[in-house]
Every structure is written in C-alpha cells, then in structure tokens.
C-alpha cells in the first residue's frame, strides 16, 4: 500500500499534473458557483481539449472540476439562497439563514473544512475499500434502489419544520413535477397537456433556482426579508471561521456525513445529491435540538456539505475498479479513458497501477488546494453581503435567469423558473417548504423506475421487496425511520410510569 | 393560517382532480406489472387525501383564529414590479436580445424600481453585459442569444 501511495504521489506531484489539478479544483469552484451549468456539462466542454494531454493528467483535471463544483456550489447558496449545484440545495436551508444573521463566514467555513474532510475520508475510503464496495454496489438491483428510494423519502418530514401532512403533499407533487413529460419506459407523454414545452420534463435547474432564488427576491422585494446587522461591521478572519462551539456542533455531523456520503455516493443516479438530503434529515433526527433546524442550525450545513464531497470520492470506485459510470460525470471521465485506450475495470490495478494510484493521490492533493483556495476567498465573497438588496437584487436575478438558460438554450426554462419562483413564493405563504419537494423531484424518476422494474419482475407481487436481505434492511430503516417519533414518546411515558411505580418518585413539573 | 389552509387544501384538491382526469389516457397496469399511468393516478389519489386531510385539520382546529389571508408584505408595488419585469426579461430576451434586454432589466429595476442613482445603474447594467458575457458566452461557450443586435451588426457590416 506505502509503496503504491508513494507511486501515485510521485505521478500527482509532478509540477505538471500539480497544474492541471489546480486548473481543474479553480474550474470546478468558477462552475460551483455559477447556477445552471454542473459539472457534467464542463466536463463536456473540456473532453476535447484533454486530447493532448497524457491520461493521467486529464483525468486529474478532469476529476478537479468534479470535486471542486462541490466546493464552489455552497458558495452561492449560502449567500444569495441560489444553489450552485443540486447537491447544494440542502445547504440553502440552514446555511442562508446563517448568512442573515450574520453568520455566513462560519457557515462557508464549516463547509469548506467539512468539504475537505469528507473528501478526503472518501479517497481514504476509495483507496482502502474500492474492490470489497464494487462488488455491493453490483448487488444493487431494482428492488434493492426502490428500498433505498423509499428509506431516503421517510426523511421527507425532517426536511421541513412545518405540518407533517403538507410536507408528505409537498413531496407527492415533487414526484408528480417529476413524471411530467415521457415515460422512462414506455415514452409516452405524461402530464403535458398537450405542450411541447413539457416534453421534455421540467428541468432541475429551473425549479430549484424559481423555488430559492426567485422566491427569494421576490421576499425582498415585497419587503419581508431583513438582513440582521452584517453590513456595517468589517470583517475579521477570526470572526470569519467557524468557533469552538461551532466546530463542538459540526463534529459529529461532519463525521456521520462522510460515511453516509461514501457509501451512497457508490451506488448509482444521484449520490451526491441524495446523501445530502439524508445527511440533513439524519441530523435533524438525532439532533437534540431539532427546533434549531431551518433558522441557522450548522449542523445543517456541515453534515450535508461532508457527505457531497464524500459522495464525488466514492463515485469513483465503481468507475475506476468495475469500469462502471454511475452517473454523467463519471460517464464522462469513462469518455476520458476510453479516448487515452485505457479501459478502467478490475484490471487497472495490476496493468496501470500508476494510473490509478497517481489519480487517487491527485484528489488528496486537489482537496487541499481547494481548502486553501476556499478559506481566503470567504472573506472576498462575504463582501457581497456588503451589497444592499437594492443593487444586489437585480444581479441575482440575472444569475438566475443566465443559469435556467444556459441548461438547454432554451428561454422556456426562464419563464418555467419565474413560474416556480412566484409558485415558491406563495408555498412559503402558505406554510409549505419546498425541501421535499426537491427530494423527492431528484429521486422520483429513480425510485419510478426501480419500482415498476420490480413488479414487473415479480408480475405485480410486493413479495420481490422481501427477498434480499439489502432490501429488509432498507425497509426496516424506513420503518424504523417513520415509528421512531412514537417509539421515543411510548418509551418517555413507559419510562415515567416505571418511576412512579418503583422509587414512589413522582415527576412534578420537571422535578422529583 | 387556518384559512390560508383551506385555500391551499381546495387548491391541491383541484389539481389533484385535474392530474386524474390526465391519467385516463394512460394505462395504469398491464399483464406485466405496472405501466406509465401507474404512477400519476397513485399519485393524483394521493396527492387529492392529502388536500383533504390539509382541509380536515383546518376545520378540526376550530378554537383556533381563522387568520389572515394576507400575503404580501409593506412594498406591495415594488413586488409586483419585480415580477414584471421577471416576465418581461424572460419573454424578450430571445427575440431582442441578451445584451439589450439586461441593459433595460437593470435600468428598469435599478433606477426605476429601486430609484439608484444614474452612476449605479449604468455601471451595474455594463458589469452585468460584460462579466456575463465573458464568462458564460466566451468561457463556458453558452449561445447568449443576440436578437436583434445580430441584425444591426450583419447591416453594419454589409454597408
């Protein structure tokens, strides 16, 4: 093992991968921050430029825009309440709230130090584990993802403080936006009402950027949202980072995100994106302090923020040991390889050692760079809080709108955001919290699929959810996940009873 | 809130109606399992008990205060400004043009809506064109939409 890292760290030392690698984490920040374009479409643009290079170093650039989008994505959703990426989008909860109390510099830094230890325990991971983990991944057929689905979608109530049942209707309508437009198996025309706009689906970009940054303004505009005094006071570096108690309440959290980030950031679709909604809710569910989450809690932003950049480390291992992409960007870089006449699988290891291990060490590498590139530059991007609403508003919008465009080049997507935005706006009027909604969009088209792939092979039988042991364990989760609320309440009420019974202690008013 | 729970719980009720009037066009079940329809219509059913228990728990709370249904906060005027101007961007800029419809959204909020000065206003709209252009149309090689500007610009260089 020594032996291979010391290999892999001679290759991504070299002053010309140690360029590429910054090249790439400064592309994947710049990508990060600007809502719309993701890495997958980078990574598209670039692969013709990396024709030249040797494959190492392109897929060490290559692999710095992945990991770096995570980075720069948080950026923006602390700040302006625009996520950068989709894994970014749980960030917006907590961490602008943070922002508008003034504490956006500890919440950009908790995500930057949480980034890089979850990144960093996903290369360890990817390093130690890659063979063993493959092959589980491999096991993971259609039922097993609809009980995946389905224990990621019981944490749907703790993605919102509002009423139980408006946020299982926000969800249900996140999974209808979800099924408009072709059927994933069949390809007929769902929910379209006839239009060609629909056809293609609703696009992810458009709905998160309407539902947090239109909304948003439009809260500004009517005047109903305040910034608590963080534009007058100069910033200091000190009061910029995380503090001791901060770093006391993020620990845990950023420990729990980077494994439940590495091992969903394994499996196929979106990892990244799930593991930070799950992240989220875990923390909101251990959380002795539920109440906090939603009005600034930094668990909320160190959990999710690790598990992201745990999940684009982990991605990795099925591409690199199996040869199998499990989402675009690793697509891509399949794309990369295949270009270079290297074709990555179990292989790698034995015939191009130097090539997995010099990318592998790279990424240790690139998330060091990106830490030290992040902290700096809090204090530069905390200035745009030093922007009034007034001037800043437009600017934002303008993000907004360029993002939506930019997916598709298609100007329908501009009106689809400013439609969700005004629909966003009254969600939030009426007590409704778009987090559910998001999720359960994201994983809709997944979970459809596994399930109806399910019952097929089971000619319509739930009894197929019952038959691997994956599949017990991700349902008793979710079991578990939902009775959990009343298994606590019947064990405070057996426990008191108990003491009233055994010691003659009786509770009155808190005290015995 | 209860009121503004009943508006929402109708509201929801409605669209779920709507959702299951789409899915008879679809089939929901086939000899093999569950088809394209299988999905909306669980979800349209759904989404239509949900509303109803929305409603139900608003009527239940009956001791309650029926609430408001105010929605808009102090600056009314200035709310329904953004949104025009929102829907005027996104329905102009594909045929007038990028670079001209950001220059007339950034005056039009920054100096008329948000009354900033001329100085501000013209220097926020030049960023704008400029660091948007750079980075997305020449950096990330996005097709910002020239519109009519492409026009003026083939006529000045045919004369």
Not at chain 1, 167 to 188: E, N, Q, R, T, Y
Not at chain 1, 357 to 378: A, E, F, K, Q, R
Request: with cysteine; glycine share 12%.
């Amino acid at each position: 093992m020594i032996d291979n890292l010391l290999l892999g760290f001679s290759i991504s030392l070299s002053m010309d991968n140690l360029l590429y690698c910054f090249i790439g984490t400064i592309l994947g920040t710049i990508v990060g921050v600007l809502p719309g374009l993701g890495p997958s479409a980078t990574i598209a643009l670039l692969l013709p430029l990396t024709f030249k290079l040797n494959l190492t170093s392109a897929v060490i650039m290559l692999a710095g825009i992945y990991y770096g989008v995570a980075y720069g994505g948080t950026i923006t959703s602390v700040l302006m309440n625009i996520p950068g990426e989709t894994s970014t989008v749980v960030t917006c909860i907590d961490g602008y709230q943070m922002a508008k109390k003034g504490r956006a510099g500890p919440a950009l830094g908790i995500a930057a130090f949480g980034s890089f230890i979850g990144g960093t325990v996903g290369v360890i991971g990817l390093m130690l584990l890659a063979p063993p983990l493959a092959s589980v991944a491999l096991s993971f057929g259609p039922p097993e993802y609809a009980a995946l689905m389905i224990a990621g979608m019981t944490l749907v109530t703790y993605l919102s403080r509002g009423s139980f049942v408006k946020s299982v209707a926000m969800a249900v309508l996140g999974f209808i936006l979800a099924c408009i437009g072709l059927d994933p198996v069949k390809g007929a025309e769902r929910f379209t009402f006839g239009t060609l706009t629909l056809i293609d689906g609703v696009g992810i970009v458009p709905l998160v950027m309407g539902m947090f940054g239109i909304a948003e303004l439009l809260n500004i505009a009517e005047g109903s949202v305040k910034r608590e005094g963080y534009i007058q006071e100069r910033w200091r570096l000190r009061k910029l980072l995380p503090n001791k108690q901060d770093w006391r309440d993020s620990a845990g959290p950023i420990g729990r995100g980077s494994v439940v980030g590495f091992i969903l950031g394994i499996l196929p679709g979106g990892g990244a994106v799930l593991s930070s909604f799950i992240s989220y809710g875990l923390e909101k569910k251990i959380s002795r302090h539920p109440e906090k989450f939603g009005i600034g809690a930094i668990e909320g932003v160190a959990g999710p923020e690790t598990a992201n950049n745990s999940g684009t480390a982990s991605a990795f291992i099925p591409l690199l040991t199996l040869g199998l992409p499990f989402n675009v960007v690793t697509a891509l870089l399949l794309a990369a390889f295949i270009i270079h006449g290297v074709i990555p699988g179990p292989l790698i290891l034995k015939k191009d050692p130097a090539i997995f291990w010099g990318i592998v060490t790279s990424m240790y590498i690139g998330n060091v760079m990106l830490l030290i590139l992040n902290l700096p530059l809090i204090g530069i991007f905390i200035n745009i809080l030093r922007i009034p609403y007034s001037v800043l508003s437009p600017i934002i919008a303008v993000v907004c709108f360029i993002g939506a465009f930019s997916m598709n080049y298609n100007d329908m997507d501009v009106l689809i955001m400013i439609v969700f935005g005004i629909i966003g706006y009254l969600m939030q009027k009426f007590g409704y919290e778009p987090g559910p909604l998001i999720l359960a969009f994201v994983i809709g088209p997944i979970f459809e699929q596994a399930l109806r792939q399910s019952l097929m092979l089971s000619d319509g039988s739930l009894s197929i959810f019952f038959r691997s042991s994956i599949c017990i364990a991700l349902l008793s989760i979710a079991f578990l996940s939902i009775i959990s609320p009343w298994l606590r309440t019947g064990y405070r009420y057996i426990r008191q009873l108990l003491r009233e019974k055994g010691g003659g202690n009786v509770l009155v008013n808190g005290k015995e | 809130m209860r009121k503004k729970d009943y508006i929402s719980g109708g509201f929801l009720f409605i669209v779920s109606i709507v959702l299951f009037i789409q899915t008879r066009d679809l089939t929901a079940w086939e000899s093999v399992g569950p088809s394209e329809g299988f999905f909306p219509l669980a979800l349209s059913i759904f989404l239509g008990v949900l509303s109803l228990i929305i409603i139900m728990q608003a009527w239940m709370q009956k001791r309650k205060p029926l609430g408001t249904l105010k929605i808009l906060g102090p600056q009314e005027g200035k709310f329904i400004l953004y949104i025009v101007s929102f829907i005027g961007f996104g329905l102009l800029f594909m045929k007038v043009g990028y670079s001209i419809t950001l220059a007339a959204f950034i005056l039009f909020v920054l100096r008329i809506v948000e009354k900033q000065s001329w100085k501000l206003t013209i220097i926020a709209a030049v960023i704008s064109i400029v660091v948007s252009h750079v980075l997305f149309s020449t950096f990330l090689s996005v097709p910002l939409p020239e519109g009519i500007l492409s026009i003026i610009i083939d006529k000045i260089r045919a004369i």
